[in-house]
């Protein structure tokens, strides 16, 4: 049988005194894991191609998806995150709504070749623009300005598609959040919802023909979408409601008066928080298509879609949904209506005779985690498409794809039986892959949903964190499994939300990071594997932005500090873990195992994720702010070394026996080979 030698010689046979010589690391080679986007958002149907495009807001590009087959076909890559996409089907021409890809006032729409998948051109646009709609007779295209930060947005652009040039701004009112067209009355339609009172929510209409306003129609508070059926002219605004009020429902408006019909309100699922709500209807009018979210005090969530009979102005029927949805679209030669689902990386279509979402089609296949077999070189690949991705860590080339046939959370390898352990969270359970033949042989049934994992190989105990659900204490656990049985050992409850794992192979402690949802309720738990019990917690300090006095990420909104991952150095007895805060405070926290408290920390920015080499004593840390490795000398805390990568990192793990560091990037659905530069003397 093969021994986890390897680990011990590297990590334990060197005292402090004898670390190996360090080197400044180079990135040696990066391997696609996928082809596709992640977090797509926005989508857009070529009837007469037989093509849909869907933005994908965290990779930067666009999918082109032919229906006929469901699959992907192209990538379009962007300059700038994607943040809204239209279709001109007389000229074949895909118009993409770009942010910015600086930090200035100013967006851009990219021009598409549908026949070719190339970009044609890039338009600046005055500001910063929010949603977009096009006149396919007049070929125009109508963006909202969404302001930016301070300076509220009052206008629509008009781009002429002819020449690939704004014509004209249109004023509008405050805050214009959305835009739709009518073709065969040449009307535009603004949704404003000005400073969030009721009295001053509005649509307004717009005469296409010398861009002038026409009319102004007050509907509900807070209006968020709007769509025009132009069958029987009537446009539909969804109504986001007041932020203390539930409220949420759909004005319809009579597009020959400019008189609002009817009010239909929403059948919500809690009453203490609303969500977006997104709209689409049918080419014939007859279904108006709205998704509503809401949520409980306990940040229980209902998702739904509701369908609207557009000739009674009325709800027929809800479909219930597991995920939170993009933007709808229907297709104006079949009616079928499509959606995206940013976070599960997919496209899903009505099946309206069931009255379910089914899933269409995978736009992405990022990586979501990974690890390493040093014995066999080997590199695995979490995707998010329910495979696993095996990569010959001597070519860095990917050999095999394996369908899982389920959304693993987290990875553990051990060495020395070539196995490999995939968290089930869906199943509450474990699976077991053998390395060689990459099949199934075992299902550890752990009873909580478990994702991130950690393997001590030398005591044949696998432990998990047990995470699914916050709001259920006893769903909170430390899940300890006997990998030579393939059984569960026990479960520890534990008051915190445990994430990163960490491992002491040489005093056989293990150090779990647990979150609470406070300032100070942040820790670490200490296990010992001998008697599988916590021993005692180590509490991280609180930090603040020195700016506010709160902790926020970069968009405002609230981050709870804590150590999400964990590394050990088995031979300082040094424990490292994250503090992915505000960029002025993020850091790697310091905790002495010897005496289980708060050493201190390295400033550092947004660190996703970090690795100790016990052999050189330095600390690897990946920062997806600057998208670079740190270098960190654990001797005097400071920054030694920087490798800049092209995209922001995720997660990365170490093979001790190359000296070959692998970091996954979700963005671009990639893997870089870092070279260490870590030789004996």
């Excluded at 004898?18 to 080197?23: G, I, K, R, T």
């Excluded at 990538?75 to 770009?98: E, F, H, M, S």
């Excluded at 070189?377 to 010959?392: K, P, R």
């Amino acid at each position: 049988m093969i021994r986890f030698f390897l680990f011990h010689f590297v990590f334990f046979s060197l005292g402090v005194g004898a670390f190996l010589q360090a080197q400044t690391p180079e990135l040696v080679t990066t391997v696609k894991t996928g082809a596709g986007g992640i977090a797509p958002t926005f989508v857009a149907v070529n009837s007469l191609t037989r093509r849909m495009y869907v933005a994908n807001v965290l990779s930067y590009n666009v999918s082109v998806v032919d229906l006929s087959t469901k699959t992907v076909t192209k990538t379009v890559g962007c300059d700038a995150t994607p943040q809204g996409i239209a279709v001109q089907p007389k000229t074949n021409r895909i118009y993409a709504l770009l942010g910015s890809a600086s930090n200035t006032r100013n967006s851009s729409v990219a021009v598409i070749d549908g026949t070719t998948d190339q970009i044609l051109a890039n338009v600046p646009l005055p500001g910063y623009g929010g949603r977009l709609s096009i006149n396919a007779e007049t070929n125009r295209l109508y963006v909202t300005d969404n302001g930016f930060f301070d300076v509220v947005g009052t206008s629509v652009w008009v781009l002429d598609l002819g020449s690939n040039a704004v014509v004209n701004t249109i004023p509008v009112g405050k805050n214009p959040t959305d835009v739709a067209v009518n073709t065969l009355t040449n009307r535009v339609y603004v949704t404003c919802s000005g400073t969030g009172k009721k009295s001053d929510s509005q649509v307004v209409v717009v005469d296409g023909t010398n861009d002038k306003p026409l009319a102004t129609v007050k509907v509900g508070q807070l209006p968020s979408r709007v769509v025009v059926s132009e069958t029987d002219n009537r446009v539909y605004v969804a109504d986001n409601g007041s932020p203390n009020k539930i409220d949420q429902e759909v004005t319809v408006v009579d597009g020959n008066t400019n008189k609002v019909v009817k009010q239909i309100s929403l059948p919500l699922g809690f009453d203490a928080y609303t969500g977006p709500m997104e709209l689409a209807v049918t080419g014939d009018g007859a279904q108006v298509f709205v998704s509503s979210v809401s949520y409980s005090t306990k940040f229980e969530a209902s998702r739904n879609v509701f369908s609207i009979s557009g000739k009674a102005a009325a709800v027929e029927t809800k479909i219930k949904l597991t995920e939170e949805p993009g933007q709808f679209v229907t297709d104006p030669l079949t009616g079928q209506l499509y959606t995206a689902f940013p976070t599960k990386n997919r496209v899903a279509a009505l099946d309206r005779s069931q009255n379910t979402l089914t899933a269409l089609v995978v736009v992405g296949n990022p990586p979501q985690f990974i690890g390493v077999n040093p014995v066999t070189n080997t590199i695995y690949v979490g995707s998010g498409s329910e495979s696993l991705l095996v990569l010959n860590g001597a070519t860095n080339t990917l050999e095999k794809t394996v369908q899982l046939g389920f959304q693993a959370g987290g990875i553990a390898v051990s060495p020395n039986k070539n196995r490999i352990y995939l968290s089930n969270p869906a199943t509450g359970s474990i699976v077991v892959l053998d390395g060689r033949t990459l099949t199934d042989i075992a299902t550890i049934k752990t009873g909580a949903p478990v994702t991130e994992l950690a393997l001590n190989p030398e005591t044949n105990r696998l432990y998990g964190s047990a995470n699914g659900n916050a709001t259920d204490a006893s769903s909170l656990a430390i899940v300890i499994c006997d990998t030579a049985a393939n059984t569960l050992v026990t479960k520890i409850p534990i008051e915190k939300t445990p994430s990163g794992i960490g491992i002491n192979l040489k005093t056989n402690r293990i150090y779990v990071a647990g979150t609470g949802n406070k300032f100070d309720e942040n820790l670490v738990y200490v296990i010992d594997g001998a008697v599988d019990a916590v021993t005692a917690t180590i509490k991280l300090p609180n930090s603040k932005n020195s700016r506010s006095g709160e902790i926020q990420d970069q968009q405002g909104a609230f981050v709870v500090p804590g150590g999400f991952k964990i590394t050990v150095n088995p031979v300082t007895e040094r424990i490292y873990a994250t503090r992915n805060i505000y960029i002025d405070n993020a850091s790697v926290a310091i905790l002495d195992g010897a005496r289980n408290i708060f050493f201190g920390q390295v400033k550092t920015d947004t660190p996703s994720d970090l690795f100790v080499n016990p052999a050189t004593n330095r600390l690897f840390v990946a920062n997806g702010y600057s998208q670079a490795i740190s270098v960190i000398d654990c001797v005097t805390n400071e920054t030694s070394d920087r490798l800049q990568l092209d995209s922001a990192p995720q997660g990365m793990v170490f093979n001790p026996v190359t000296g070959k560091l692998y970091v996954i990037h979700q963005y671009n659905d990639s893997l870089s080979v870092v070279k260490t530069g870590e030789t004996r003397n």
